[in-house]
């Protein structure tokens, strides 16, 4: 599928994974919406790569509105990347025998909201304005690509509610594809392993952190390049026999309990 004179939006578009993929659509010629909460870093991307910044807190259906309507009047939707999302990490139950200790349930809901509720929310409405494209030779009227996590499928310990929100998002890309596929919208999954964000810089030796890290994947034993995935969620646009699939790109890791 060509992307060429069409808009695009990313949310969490602003740093990390969600800035690749806004710069690798960009390259492939489409104006790319930023969809963040970070309006600094947002605003420069938009300046680099000649697209626009809107602030969107994926919870907030009418920021998500205000948002697929701005990339539609730029030029047809034709692509959609959910990559916001948050993490969190707690045990289920605490040390002490108290359910008090055990683990918040308004995180557990915060994450499900953000992760698997946000990117529907972004989904449904973005497919809804692509839907009133015209086909392509295909019949093909856009593509929608979900970020999800190899915690998917390996969760670690006290990554309940981050692996139940990615679960969530592996589980309803069959399904929504299916639904999709009478509009002629694809959609796909990618589920990143360990991949160098700025995530990482919050600890004390970021650079020796992250080689360690690196041990663990199968190979090549190092942590992934953020434009390793931004090839993949491109891949996942522009092919057009590429539908309803969850792809790992994670160096063949399978990550352990702890």
Not at 49 to 54: E, K, R, S
Not at 220 to 241: D, F, I, Q
Request: net charge negative.
């Amino acid at each position: 599928m060509d992307i060429t004179g069409s808009s695009a939006i990313v949310t969490g578009g602003a740093s990390g994974i969600g800035a690749a993929v806004a710069r690798a659509l960009a390259a492939k010629g489409a104006t790319v919406v930023i969809a963040d909460l970070n309006a600094e870093k947002g605003e420069a991307l938009a300046a680099e790569i000649n697209g626009v910044f809107a602030k969107v807190d994926v919870t907030d259906t009418e920021q998500i509105t205000a948002a697929v309507e701005a990339a539609a009047e730029i030029a047809p939707l034709r692509a959609c990347v959910n990559s916001a999302g948050i993490g969190w990490a707690q045990r289920t139950i605490g040390r002490d025998g108290q359910v008090a200790s055990a683990h918040d349930l308004d995180a557990f809901r915060k994450v499900v909201e953000i992760n698997l509720i946000g990117t529907f929310d972004m989904t449904r409405q973005a497919a809804t304005v692509m839907s009133r494209n015209e086909p392509d030779a295909d019949g093909q009227r856009g593509a929608i690509v979900n970020l999800a996590s190899v915690a998917a499928f390996d969760g670690q310990i006290g990554q309940a509610s981050y692996s139940a929100s990615k679960g969530g998002v592996v589980g309803m890309t069959l399904p929504v594809a299916r639904d999709l596929a009478a509009s002629g919208i694809r959609v796909n999954t990618v589920a990143p392993g360990l991949i160098d964000t700025p995530i990482y810089d919050a600890f004390p030796d970021p650079e020796q952190f992250k080689a360690n890290l690196g041990q663990n994947v199968l190979f090549p034993k190092r942590l992934g390049h953020s434009e390793e995935l931004a090839s993949m969620v491109v891949e996942c646009v522009t092919n057009s026999y590429m539908n309803g699939e969850t792809i790992r790109v994670d160096g063949g890791i399978r990550m352990p309990p702890k």
